[in-house]
């Protein structure tokens, strides 16, 4: 198989066997919840294990309230969705049975604090003076809100987009998370239930997490080691990039905590990237700390950081892991070996310069008879490896290592059950980036190390 991937760039390039090589999809293997025997259960494919097992961990505290923020005349679809929600869907190959069954989140309304506005295209003041109204008892209820938007969130009216955003704030103030359920999709897509409880299944998914839950992890043994993410979303409006530093990692892929940062605050960035290094080596003796950065990092980005790691004494390897999507890029490859589908199998790598890879990540493994559609096809992504360090490289596993973690973590997203070709610690950043900067008075502290965003 390996013999025969064409590597694409201007020219066509047939890649020399020597050139390619294979993480073994085993280093991707999830946890998620014991059985009632106490037995850990672990899987692959996420997709697959979410209909047989428990997450890994749920929610902390057992009383989870739901309430719904919507317009009058979408009263009766709450109904319908929340039936669906609590119930499961009324197909005949039926796969989400309701939120219980599928994330172990045992879940009622709070009918107290369901707000209704009567202004479709203003719907801000109406819902920001009932919600003054309301008490929470958050001491002994974790509450989350669906939000029935009357606007897509990809709206091209920038003020209907803003509304979203504004909603997911004012919420966040108050201790409460919210998920955005787009109203007209949710009205047609209703009607076909069984595709409607795939929507289901990924909002439960990310509800659980929200709530402080963690739908699997890595099943690693867990060592001693910090990742470090840094994204960016660039604000085509504004023509501004924010930075967001989703730190940090464990490295069975439990998230700690996450700052942000607009494009000229390198000295924050460099200084919060220092703290998490302080912070998680005051509790555990770090075998190495890895950072995945957006682009490459410059020296002047870099300096603070290693100026820190000696202030704190830490004589402890550095590495930068530079990670590009490759969607708009100039390289790809393609394996002819599998008729029109052209996909290499995921953990496929390509040595294209020294240092530097092509990794593919995907649903494709090597004992996949079949292949659905619906997983779909994603472009591999472009890695370089670097250290501030002279003998970093000398042991020679150490490269396999760090482009294996980045293939794990590429399998901890939990907004969505379909296999991403980015590691979380450039995919979180990034959503987190892409949301916070529009916030009127920034994050709360204490939601610096939720998941709210997702």
């Not at 997911?168 to 201790?175: I, R, S, V």
């Not at 396999?400 to 379909?418: A, D, H, I, P």
Request: aromatic share 14%.
């Amino acid at each position: 198989m390996y013999n025969s991937v064409d590597v694409v760039t201007p020219e066509n390039i047939k890649v020399s066997g020597n050139r390619i090589n294979h993480i073994n999809p085993e280093v991707g293997l999830l946890e998620f919840g014991k059985d009632q025997y106490g037995n850990k259960k672990t899987h692959l494919v996420p997709k697959l294990a979410m209909n047989m097992f428990t997450p890994y961990r749920r929610p902390k505290g057992p009383n989870i309230k739901f309430f719904f923020i919507y317009h009058t005349s979408h009263k009766e679809a709450v109904k319908s969705f929340y039936n669906n929600l609590k119930f499961g869907v009324t197909a005949q190959k039926k796969y989400f049975k309701g939120i219980e069954d599928y994330v172990n989140i045992k879940a009622s309304t709070s009918k107290e604090h369901f707000i209704e506005f009567t202004n479709e295209n203003d719907p801000l003041p109406d819902i920001i003076q009932k919600l003054e109204n309301l008490k929470f008892d958050h001491d002994n209820v974790k509450y989350a809100a669906f939000y029935l938007s009357p606007f897509d969130k990809f709206t091209p009216d920038p003020e209907d987009r803003e509304i979203y955003i504004q909603i997911k704030e004012l919420f966040l103030n108050e201790g409460i998370v919210t998920q955005v359920v787009d109203y007209e999709k949710m009205v047609v897509n209703i009607e076909n239930q069984y595709n409607f409880q795939f929507s289901l299944q990924n909002m439960a998914l990310a509800i659980h997490a929200k709530l402080g839950g963690a739908p699997w992890k890595l099943a690693v043994t867990d060592k001693k080691e910090l990742v470090i993410g840094v994204g960016a979303f660039t604000n085509q409006g504004e023509n501004r990039r924010y930075i967001a530093s989703a730190f940090s990692f464990q490295n069975n892929g439990l998230f700690r905590k996450f700052e942000y940062f607009d494009q000229s605050e390198t000295d924050l960035l460099a200084g919060s990237i220092c703290k998490a290094i302080r912070d998680f080596t005051s509790v555990a003796e770090a075998d190495k700390v890895v950072i995945h950065f957006y682009k490459e990092m410059s020296y002047e980005e870099l300096k603070p950081i290693i100026r820190g790691m000696h202030t704190l004494g830490l004589k402890i390897p550095l590495y930068i892991l530079n990670i590009n999507k490759t969607e708009a890029e100039d390289i790809i490859a393609y394996d002819l070996n599998w008729g029109k589908k052209l996909m290499p199998v995921s953990g496929t790598y390509i040595r294209i310069s020294e240092n530097q890879f092509l990794l593919f990540n995907n649903a494709r493994y090597p004992s996949d008879r079949f292949y659905s559609d619906t997983d779909g096809y994603p472009f591999p992504i472009k890695i370089k490896v670097s250290s501030p360090d002279e003998d970093a490289f000398e042991d020679a596993d150490v490269v396999l290592e760090l482009l294996t973690q980045v293939y794990q973590f590429s399998r901890l997203y939990w907004k969505s059950l379909r296999q991403q070709n980015v590691p979380i610690t450039i995919k979180y950043p990034e959503m987190v980036a892409q949301i916070a900067p529009r916030f009127n008075n920034g994050v709360p502290d204490d939601a610096k190390d939720a998941l709210w965003f997702l």
